[in-house]
């Protein structure tokens, strides 16, 4: 759920970033950028043979994420945002392709596809709680304070990766 609540923040708040900062064709060149960051980042990811064990890459992806979200908020101007976006996104695919190892590593193999059913289903639920709570937040607060939904779901997923970490080496 919380990386889609990170999903869930960013659209809204970069439209709302855009329009309250007078430039609302900003938006799109923005997320198309945050695309390719992330397009890129999962590519170089998948290029490389990781020594390091999936929990604590987890733990690193997440880490990433939540610092460099922190950085969104702060944005004072359109071209500051895509530059932090940009930065921030290509945490997202390793996180992404980290939790799927994670979950085929945790669930016996007959049910792995209902496991990731279960994942896509509570992003998705993410997604459309944070959509909703960041439109609220920047419709009454500003398109800053939105993006501040960001680091908190960074945090949340940092939170969660530490302590399945510590879970997954105690079983072990």
Known sequence: MAI????????VSVSAFATE??????????IAA???????????????????????QLVIATAYLTGTALLLPLAPSAIWLGAAVVVTEAAVPPT??????????SVHPTVL?????????TSAAGSA????????????????????????AGLALLVLSVTARHRFASSH
């Open 129 to 152: 709680l944070a959509a909703f709570l960041a439109g609220r937040t920047a419709d009454g607060l500003g398109a800053s304070a939105a993006f501040a939904l960001a680091p908190a």
């Open 21 to 30: 900062h007078g430039v609302p064709d900003a938006a799109a060149p923005i």
């Open 34 to 56: 945050s695309s390719l960051s992330g397009l890129l980042s999962g590519w170089l990811y998948g290029l490389r043979r990781h020594r390091a064990p999936a929990h604590l």
């Open 4 to 11: 889609g609540l990170y999903f869930g923040t960013m659209g």
């Open 113 to 121: 596809t209902q496991a990731f059913t279960w994942n896509n289903s």
């Open 96 to 105: 992404l392709v980290l939790l799927n190892v994670l979950t085929e590593k």
